[in-house]
C-alpha cells in the first residue's frame, strides 16, 4: 500500500526561527514528490522534486529529495506570521503518474 | 481566469438522499480527480480521470460514482450518503502531457451527512 508519512504533525516556532518539515514515503512507481501549503483553503502547489539531491528554491523555503532513502525536507528560514499554515507532501506515483497520494500534513503555526 | 470551480460549497444533507457535488474547469485539461479532507488524515484520493470516459478508482471510492461525458466537468455522485462521508471535498485538474503539470485544486465543498 502506497503510504506517505510527514512529520512532526504540529509544531509552533517564534518569529524568525527556521523549521524543517520531513516527508518519508514508500510508494509503487514514484514519479515526482510534490509540497503544498493550505491555509484554509485549497492547497497551493510550492514545489516538485524528481531528483536527489537537487535543491529547489524560493524566497526562504528549500526543498530537497532523497530518492535513496524515501524522504524529503521543506526548509522555512527566518519564519514569518504569513507562513503560519499546513503543509502538505504528496507523492505522484502509479504507472501513468495518476495517482497523487498525501501525508497527513504538518500544521505550522508561527508566534509573533 | 483559468479555474476549478466546485458547486455547492457547503451543503448540509440527511442520510440516504442522493446529492451531485459538481466540478468544472476551463483549462482543457485531460486529468480530473477528486478528494477529500479529513482531520488527521490528509487529502485521500476517490476518484480520477485520464480523460473523457475514463475514470478509475482511487484509494477510499466506496459510496461514490463518478462520471466522465465531457472534458471540462467531472461530478462526483453520492447516491445514499452517510453520515461517515461528511468531509471537505477537493476537486482538481491538470494537464497529462510534457511531464508533471501543477495540479489544479478548486475551493472546496464543504458536506455534512446528517
Known amino acids: 500500500e502506497d503510504k506517505v508519512v510527514q512529520s512532526p504533525l504540529s509544531l509552533v516556532v517564534h518569529e524568525g526561527d527556521t523549521v524543517t518539515l520531513n516527508c518519508s514515503y514508500e510508494?509503487?512507481?514514484?514519479?515526482?514528490l510534490l509540497w503544498y501549503k493550505q491555509e484554509k483553503k485549497a492547497p497551493t502547489f510550492l514545489f516538485m522534486l524528481t531528483s536527489s539531491g537537487i535543491e529547489k528554491k524560493s524566497g526562504r523555503l528549500s526543498s530537497i529529495l532523497d530518492k535513496k532513502e524515501l524522504f524529503s525536507i521543506l526548509n522555512i528560514t527566518a519564519t514569518q506570521t504569513g507562513d503560519s499554515a499546513v503543509y502538505l507532501c504528496?507523492?505522484?506515483?502509479?504507472?501513468?503518474?495518476?495517482?497523487?497520494?498525501f501525508g497527513a500534513g504538518t500544521i505550522l503555526r508561527v508566534k509573533s | 481566469e483559468a479555474q476549478v470551480t466546485q458547486n455547492p460549497r457547503y451543503l448540509i444533507t440527511v442520510t440516504g438522499k442522493k446529492l451531485t457535488v459538481t466540478c468544472s474547469q476551463n483549462?482543457?485539461?485531460?486529468?480530473m480527480s477528486w478528494y477529500r479532507q479529513d482531520p488527521g488524515l490528509g487529502l485521500r484520493q476517490i476518484y480520477y480521470?485520464?480523460?473523457?470516459?475514463?475514470?478509475d478508482k482511487g484509494d477510499v471510492p466506496e459510496g461514490y460514482k463518478v462520471s466522465r461525458k465531457e472534458k471540462r466537468n467531472f461530478p462526483l455522485i453520492l447516491e445514499s450518503p452517510s453520515p461517515n462521508q461528511t468531509s471537505l471535498y477537493f476537486c482538481a485538474s491538470r494537464l497529462l502531457a510534457g511531464g508533471y503539470n501543477e495540479q489544479f485544486f478548486g475551493p472546496g465543498t464543504r458536506l455534512t451527512v446528517l
Open positions: 483549462m482543457n485539461h485531460e486529468y
Open positions: 510508494v509503487t512507481n514514484f514519479r515526482s
Open positions: 480521470s485520464m480523460n473523457v470516459e475514463v475514470t
Open positions: 504528496a507523492v505522484e506515483a502509479g504507472l501513468y503518474g495518476n495517482k497523487l497520494v
